[in-house]
C-alpha cells in the first residue's frame, strides 16, 4: 500500500531517490501546486527506483549467450500441425476443447495495451474499423467469436449457452483504459472516431452482448522512460514520463490485486481459480483472424499435458521479420530473426526441401495452464529506442523530439519459455491464412487493407467450400463470427449464390427452417 502524503513521508521518497541517483526528479518540486504534489508523490511512490536502475543496467548490458549456442527445430514429440494433421485428430482435439469450454475451465487473455501509432489512429487498437461491411471493431469481432464459441460448446455438452462462462480478461495500458473501458460500456467513443464506426458501437449492447461479469479489464504496469545519461526522463515538471512494460508484463499484471471480493482485492489469477478455469488462451487484439478460445488449440495443449503451447505459421521466406520457435541449448525458445546468420536462415528441412529448416514463426498466440500463470517470473528488460516527448531539466520547457532521444524498457511475453522443459512446452502450427493477419500499419504490409482482405477472402473460401457461389465481382465476404466461428454451419448456403459482400445471421437462421 502506498504511502499517505505527508511532509515526513515527501522527505522519506526525496531520500530514496536520491540514493538510487535519480534525485533531479524534485527538481521542480517547489514549483508544484498542492494537489500537483500530491499526484506527482503518488506516482513517485509506485516506482522502486532502485529496481529501475537494476532493470535498466540489465538491458543495457545484458548476460552473454554461451559460447556454444546450439539451436535446433523442437522435437516431433513437442510441435504439431494442423495443415498436416487428419481430420479424426482434429475433430479429437476440437472435441476436447469444447468440452472444456463448456465445463466453464476455460479463460481468455486480451492484449490490448497497445495505442494505433503507427496506424496514425489515436484510440486504442481494439477499437479500430477496418472497413468490412459491417463496420465492426476488433474489440466487437472478437467478442462475437466469444459468443459463437460458447454455442458451439453448449452444443456439445447438452447444455445453454448462457449457462457456460467464458471469462474474458482484457489486459490495458494507462493510455488505453478509459477509452477501452467506455467503448466496452458502450457509454463513450474515443475520438476522433469516423460516423460508421460510432453508430455501429451505439447500436450494440453493452460488452458487445456478453455478461458483464465476464468482462474484466485490468492494467498492464508501467516503467520509467530512461535518458542517454540513465536518468528517469520527466514528462512534466511534476510528472515522471512512463511507457508500459511490454506484452511480458501481462504475468506481473494478472498476479495484481484488481478485482473487488467480499474479502477484499483479488487478482485476476485468483478470480480465474474461483471460477474453476484450468486452461487459459492469450491472443492480442491486432489479428482479425485470431480464433478466440480455440477449442481444436486448447484440446490439443489439454491433450499433450503441457504448460505452456503457442501457435505458430510459416515462415514466408527466409528474410521474413518475425522471431522463431525453436529450441535453443535444449530449452524452449523464440530467436528473433536478427540473431539467426544467413546460412542458417537459409537452412532447409531434411525430410522436406521445400520448407525451411528454421520455420515455426511466431504469432503470439499462448495456451497456459493456470498453475503457469500462478508462478512469479522475472523477465529480462529489452531496450526501445524512442523519441520520447520530455521537458528539459535545466529550463523546463517541452521538448518534442523529432528523433529518438531515450530509451523505453519493455518485457517479452515469451521470455519465460526457456524455464520450461522440452515435454513442459508444445507449438501448434496453423495455416497463416486462415488464423494470422496483424493489423501494424497504416498502408502496405500488415494495414487496414491486408486485414480488410484476409477476413473477405476467409468467407469466400468457407462459402465456397460449403457450395455457394460468390458473385465474381466481390472481392469476398464478410462471414460474421455469429454465423461461423471457423467455417461450419454454412451448408445452408449450397447452392445459393451470394451477391452481397456479406452474410447475415438472419439469412442462415431461414434458410435453415
Known amino acids: 500500500m502506498a504511502p499517505k502524503y505527508s511532509e515526513a513521508a515527501v522527505a522519506a521518497l526525496k531520500a530514496e531517490y536520491e540514493s538510487a541517483n535519480q534525485g533531479h526528479v524534485f527538481k521542480f518540486w517547489d514549483e508544484l501546486a498542492q494537489d500537483e504534489k500530491v499526484t506527482f508523490f503518488e506516482q513517485l511512490s509506485g516506482i522502486t527506483p532502485s529496481e529501475v536502475n537494476f532493470l535498466r543496467d540489465l538491458a543495457l548490458n545484458p548476460p552473454k549467450e554461451p559460447e556454444e549456442t546450439v539451436v535446433e527445430p523442437l522435437p516431433a514429440s513437442a510441435s504439431a500441425s494442423l495443415i498436416d494433421a487428419?481430420?479424426?485428430?482434429?475433430?479429437?482435439?476440437?472435441?476436447?476443447?469444447?468440452?472444456?469450454?463448456?465445463?466453464?475451465?476455460?479463460?481468455?487473455?486480451?492484449?490490448?495495451?497497445?495505442?494505433?501509432?503507427?496506424?496514425?489512429?489515436?484510440?486504442?487498437?481494439?477499437?479500430?474499423d477496418i472497413k468490412l461491411p459491417s463496420h465492426k471493431s476488433l474489440f466487437q469481432l472478437q467478442a462475437e467469436r466469444i459468443q459463437r464459441v460458447k454455442e458451439l460448446a453448449a452444443k456439445e455438452t447438452n447444455k445453454n449457452a448462457k449457462?457456460?462462462?467464458?471469462?474474458?480478461?482484457?489486459?490495458?495500458?494507462?493510455?488505453?483504459?478509459?477509452?477501452?473501458?467506455?467503448?466496452?460500456?458502450?457509454?463513450?467513443?474515443?475520438?476522433?472516431?469516423?460516423?460508421?464506426?460510432?453508430?455501429?458501437?451505439?447500436?450494440?449492447?453493452?460488452?458487445?452482448?456478453?455478461?458483464?461479469?465476464?468482462?474484466?479489464?485490468?492494467?498492464?504496469?508501467?516503467?520509467?522512460?530512461?535518458?542517454?545519461?540513465?536518468?528517469?526522463?520527466?514528462?512534466?515538471?511534476?510528472?515522471?514520463?512512463?511507457?508500459?512494460?511490454?506484452?511480458?508484463?501481462?504475468?506481473?499484471?494478472?498476479?495484481?490485486?484488481?478485482?473487488?471480493?467480499?474479502?477484499g482485492p483479488i487478482s485476476i489469477v485468483q478470480d480465474m481459480?474461483?471460477?474453476g478455469v484450468e486452461h487459459v488462451y492469450a491472443y492480442c487484439v491486432d489479428n482479425c483472424l485470431a480464433k478466440v478460445a480455440d477449442p481444436v488449440f486448447i484440446g490439443f495443449a489439454a491433450q499433450k499435458q503441457v504448460q505452456i503451447a503457442t501457435k505458430v505459421v510459416r515462415k514466408d521466406n527466409p528474410k521474413e521479420s518475425v522471431g522463431l520457435i525453436m529450441q535453443k541449448n535444449g530449452r524452449p525458445a523464440v530467436v528473433e530473426y536478427s540473431e539467426l546468420d544467413d546460412a542458417t536462415a537459409q537452412a532447409q528441412d531434411p525430410s522436406n526441401p521445400q520448407l525451411l529448416k528454421f520455420r515455426a514463426a511466431n504469432i503470439v498466440n499462448h495456451y497456459y495452464t493456470i498453475e503457469t500463470l500462478e508462478k512469479k517470473v522475472t523477465l529480462p528488460p529489452h531496450v526501445a529506442k524512442k523519441a520520447i516527448p520530455c521537458i528539459d531539466l535545466s529550463t523546463g520547457e517541452k521538448i518534442k523530439p523529432e528523433s529518438?532521444?531515450?530509451?523505453?524498457?519493455?518485457?517479452?511475453?515469451?521470455?519465460?519459455?526457456?524455464?520450461?522443459?522440452?515435454?513442459?512446452?508444445?507449438?501448434?502450427?496453423?495455416?497463416r491464412k486462415e488464423e494470422f493477419s496483424p493489423l501494424k500499419n497504416k498502408d502496405g504490409e500488415d494495414s487496414p487493407q491486408t486485414s480488410y482482405r484476409d477476413i473477405m477472402l476467409q468467407g469466400k473460401r468457407w462459402l465456397e467450400a460449403a457450395g455457394a457461389t460468390v458473385s465474381e465481382k466481390l472481392?469476398?465476404?464478410?462471414?460474421?463470427?455469429?454465423?461461423?466461428?471457423?467455417?461450419?454451419?454454412?451448408?445452408?448456403?449450397k447452392g445459393e449464390t451470394i451477391s452481397e459482400p456479406f452474410v447475415t445471421l438472419e439469412q442462415a437462421q431461414q434458410l435453415r427452417k
Not at 92 to 107: D, F, N, P, T, Y
Not at 410 to 420: A, R, S, T, W
Open 86 to 128: 487428419d481430420e479424426q485428430t482434429i475433430q479429437s482435439w476440437r472435441q476436447r476443447g469444447l468440452k472444456l469450454i463448456g465445463e466453464g475451465k476455460v479463460a481468455v487473455v486480451l492484449l490490448a495495451g497497445g495505442q494505433g501509432t503507427r496506424l496514425a489512429f489515436p484510440a486504442p487498437k481494439g477499437c479500430f
Open 163 to 263: 449457462e457456460i462462462g467464458l471469462p474474458w480478461y482484457v489486459m490495458t495500458s494507462g493510455p488505453t483504459q478509459q477509452d477501452t473501458d467506455g467503448f466496452f460500456k458502450g457509454t463513450a467513443f474515443p475520438a476522433p472516431l469516423e460516423e460508421p464506426a460510432v453508430n455501429t458501437r451505439k447500436s450494440v449492447d453493452p460488452y458487445f452482448g456478453l455478461p458483464e461479469k465476464d468482462v474484466t479489464l485490468f492494467q498492464q504496469g508501467v516503467l520509467p522512460c530512461i535518458a542517454p545519461d540513465g536518468k528517469f526522463m520527466l514528462e512534466s515538471k511534476g510528472k515522471v514520463a512512463e511507457a508500459p512494460d511490454g506484452n511480458g508484463g501481462i504475468y506481473k499484471a494478472l498476479l495484481q490485486p484488481f478485482i473487488e471480493s467480499e474479502k
Open 273 to 275: 481459480k474461483n471460477r
Open 404 to 431: 529518438k532521444n531515450g530509451i523505453k524498457l519493455e518485457q517479452f511475453i515469451f521470455d519465460n519459455f526457456k524455464d520450461l522443459e522440452l515435454n513442459e512446452f508444445a507449438s501448434f502450427e496453423v495455416d
Open 475 to 493: 472481392d469476398g465476404v464478410e462471414v460474421p463470427p455469429m454465423v461461423s466461428y471457423d467455417g461450419e454451419g454454412l451448408g445452408v448456403f
